[in-house]
């Protein structure tokens, strides 16, 4: 098991949408020792990652009442690691902010998902290929 980081405060959130990216959001946060309920409606990833994040749930995402049951209306931060289904993705912000949720991260796979995000308020947009693309240019050019 990765070595924990000591994190000066301990956070509670909930990662929908465990592919790729929201696997590795999640699993990085248990490793600084954040508590995450990690949640995806596919049994099969969560029957995969049942060992390695302590609380992975099947659940509709775009479903408050359902989030709201698994104690999501409880969390600090949410991330929204959707990026296939633009439905999923803007109906699961809904139901974050229907529960109060004040910060939200989420994936955005093209400019217009971007832009919707943005306007339905949440915290912080993210273009998971984009941003790693522009950052692995700067490091192999020394900006």
């Known amino acids: 098991m990765a070595k924990r980081a000591k994190s000066a ?3 509670n959130v909930a990662v929908i949408g465990l592919g790729r990216f929201g696997e590795a959001v999640a699993l990085r946060l248990v490793e600084l020792g954040h508590e995450v309920i990690g949640i995806d409606e596919n ?3 969560v029957q995969k990652l049942a060992d390695d ?3 992975v749930v099947q659940a509709d995402s775009t479903d408050s009442e359902a989030l709201r049951v698994l104690g999501v209306n409880e ?3 949410a991330v929204v690691a959707i990026g296939a289904s633009l439905e999923g993705s803007v109906l699961s912000v809904l139901a ?3 529960l109060g949720i004040k910060d939200i991260w989420a994936k955005a796979s093209t ?3 971007g832009l919707i995000l943005t306007r339905l308020g949440v915290s912080k947009v993210v273009f998971p290929e984009a941003d790693m ?3 692995l240019a700067e490091q192999l050019c020394g900006a």
């Open 9 to 11: 405060e301990k956070k």
């Open 43 to 45: 049994a099969e990833i």
């Open 53 to 55: 994040l302590p609380h």
């Open 75 to 77: 969390v600090d931060y």
């Open 96 to 98: 974050l902010q229907e």
């Open 111 to 113: 400019r217009q998902h």
């Open 133 to 135: 693309g522009h950052a």
